[in-house]
């Protein structure tokens, strides 16, 4: 937190006038913008690791809300998602501060890896981050105290780990009323709930007072731009919901569901070796006993072959793209719905097929 902000809950903030943004080296006053360099850590080499921020100070009041991505070095869609804000929205009109951090992982993203290059630590377990830790907890504190403290609210954009996908969805405690406002106003069809594993940022941000999302959206290794816009939507909404663009309306996706509990939801393991043949793709809607995918042995032999049936009727919102497993690897990731939220996707569904064949 600012020093003369560190008392006041969240969104009281749009009352501070002439508020400047500031972090360890620098500050970025009401209605200007800067691109910054900012060095996390040292290489073997003694050359600094740099993390690129920007930060882009509206010139009327507002929250601080920071979009961060590539804290999994692979994992490309939400850069395109950052940067887009970042560098092609007119933000004349924007009310309060946006933090930028379209790549987090610097030396994961410079060797296309999930992970810090470094005993493969993950930088999304790493915060807070300390200082006077390891090499990840030390690049964690310096992005964390720096430009996710200072904020009022954050998305942290994520794809699927490699080799296999996820329909955009957020993740939250949705229980916890502002991130429930914020989870809701990115207007995904799919929420899941639940606080997250400690060390990732959402957790970590939120229990620090910045109450954050996580969006899933895709794979790893590639820029779908589908995906791309439909989270720019999101970003645009969730603006217009927390006043940053008060003249913008609040997007409704058509229909929502927002997974509690943990019956409502399963991963779907592998229980034998094999070469997988899935039947349904991301965001397939399945019903109860359908067979999503059959697992063979190399010689496709009759009798080895696993059928591996849906256990009830829902939406895959994560899903194998490697058809290759061990057993205990996942297959699909599988979501319940209620039959209202199940009448209403059918009925967008049938929307899309009928135009997409005029
Ligand atoms: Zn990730």
């Not at 970025?28 to 800067?34: H, Q």
């Not at 109450?211 to 590639?222: D, K, L, Y």
């Not at 409704?252 to 997974?259: F, K």
């Amino acid at each position: 937190m600012n020093d003369d902000s560190s008392d006041e809950p969240p969104d009281e903030r749009t009352d501070v006038d002439d508020e400047a943004f500031t972090y360890n080296g620098g500050r970025v006053d009401p209605g200007e913008s800067a691109n910054i360099r900012y060095s996390i850590s040292e290489t073997y080499l003694g050359d600094p690791v740099k993390i690129p921020v920007t930060v882009i100070n509206g010139s009327k009041p507002g929250p601080t809300v920071f979009l961060s991505a590539a804290a999994h070095g692979d994992e490309l869609n939400g850069i395109e998602v950052v940067r887009e804000v970042a560098h092609d929205w007119d933000h004349s009109e924007l009310h309060g501060t946006l933090v930028c951090l379209p790549v987090m992982n610097v030396p994961g993203f410079l060797a296309q890896e999930r992970y810090l290059p470094i005993y493969d630590r993950d930088l999304n377990r790493s915060f807070p981050g300390r200082e006077g830790s390891t090499s990840a907890r030390r690049m964690a504190n310096r992005i964390f105290t720096n430009f996710i403290e200072p904020c009022d609210l954050g998305i942290d954009f994520h794809t699927s780990t490699r080799g296999r996908t996820n329909m955009l969805h957020v993740r939250a405690s949705v229980d916890d009323p502002t991130v429930g406002r914020l989870a809701k106003a990115f207007s995904s069809n799919v929420i899941i709930g639940g606080e997250g594993p400690s060390g990732t940022l959402r957790r970590e941000a939120t229990e620090a007072g910045v109450p954050t999302i996580t969006v899933e959206m895709g794979e790893a290794h590639r820029f779908q731009r589908p995906l791309i816009d439909r989270a720019l939507t999101g970003v645009a909404s969730v603006l217009a919901e927390f006043g940053c663009h008060p003249e913008s309306s609040v997007h409704w996706p058509g229909w929502r569901t927002i997974i509690r509990d943990e019956d409502e939801k399963t991963w779907l393991r592998a229980d034998a070796g094999g070469i997988v043949d899935m039947k349904r793709g991301r965001g397939a809607l399945v019903e109860e006993d359908e067979v999503i995918c059959t697992i063979t042995n190399p010689f496709k032999e009759d009798d080895d072959i696993v059928t591996v049936d849906a256990p009830f009727t829902g939406l895959i919102v994560g899903v194998l793209e490697n058809p290759v497993v061990y057993p205990g690897n996942p297959l699909c990731h599988l979501v319940g719905l209620s039959s209202d939220t199940l009448t209403a996707l059918e009925r967008e569904r049938t929307m899309e097929r009928s135009q997409s064949e005029l």
